[in-house]
């Protein structure tokens, strides 16, 4: 069955300092990857995502991603959060194909952010 | 683009009474999802429309629960009657159909049910 895990449920790094989701994926076949943000009180905003190709993405606010298909991980980075990044993070699956509308999210990752 | 757009952003209704909840994707999208976000469950897929037909409705936890699309530009998510077990926070999504496209969120809607 497919699934998707984020082994962090908070994490809290200090202003400035890097930053790495983690995020673990269960498929059959090369899915397409997305990570999402949710500010307190909004909706998902899509951050990056991957379906095929060079397998180190950008994104927007200076995020990046990299597809490990060894690993079957899809990590996000940020060489230097700021204080608005503060936010739940949720990694999402999709299967490849015409009928890859249904999204696997994980469970989120909430990310607090020290001054 | 105004963004996919919901309605009520607040709900506060009382145990048995019907609650509507409405969405407005994003003008030229044909696929329509409806979410349910919960502390306990996390992100749970309701039911998924395309071009106006619901294609999946697997999700929907009981019969209680009804979504209509009466065309591209409105959808519409109904609880009759509701139950404190319902008090969620609900997403409507859009996105273009056929591809491994994004979907993007509306803002949600807070229900509550006392």
């Known amino acids: 069955a497919q699934s998707v895990t984020q082994p962090d449920i908070h994490i809290t790094v200090s202003e400035g300092a890097s930053l790495e989701l983690r995020c673990n994926y269960s498929?059959?076949?090369?899915?397409?990857l997305f990570w999402y943000v949710q500010s307190p009180g909004q909706g998902l905003q899509l951050l990056l995502k991957?379906?095929?190709?060079?397998?180190l993405v950008q994104g927007i606010k200076g995020f990046e991603a990299e597809f490990k298909r060894s690993q079957s991980s899809f990590n996000l980075r940020k060489p230097s959060v700021h204080w608005s990044d503060a936010a739940e993070y949720f990694c999402a699956v999709g299967p490849g194909g015409d009928s890859s509308y249904k999204l696997i999210f994980g469970s989120g990752t909430r990310l607090l952010v020290r001054p | 683009d105004a963004g996919v757009i919901q309605s009520p952003r607040h709900e506060v209704t009382e145990m048995g009474q019907e609650v509507t909840l409405r969405c407005k994707p994003i003008?030229?999208?044909?696929?329509l999802f409806w979410y349910r976000q919960t502390m306990m469950r996390g992100l749970e897929l309701l039911i998924y429309?395309?071009?106006?037909?619901?294609?999946?409705d697997s999700g929907m936890p009981e019969d209680r629960f009804s979504a209509k699309m009466p065309n591209a530009s409105f959808s519409t998510l109904k609880i009759q009657p509701s139950e404190p077990r319902d008090s969620a926070v609900y997403f409507c999504?859009?996105?273009?159909?056929?591809?491994?496209?994004?979907?993007?969120f509306g803002p949600g809607t807070r229900l509550t049910v006392t």
């Open positions: 999504a859009s996105k273009l159909a056929g591809g491994p496209y994004e979907q993007y």
């Open positions: 003008s030229g999208h044909n696929s």
């Open positions: 429309f395309n071009n106006n037909v619901p294609i999946d």
């Open positions: 498929y059959g076949a090369t899915p397409y």
């Open positions: 991957y379906f095929s190709g060079d397998t």
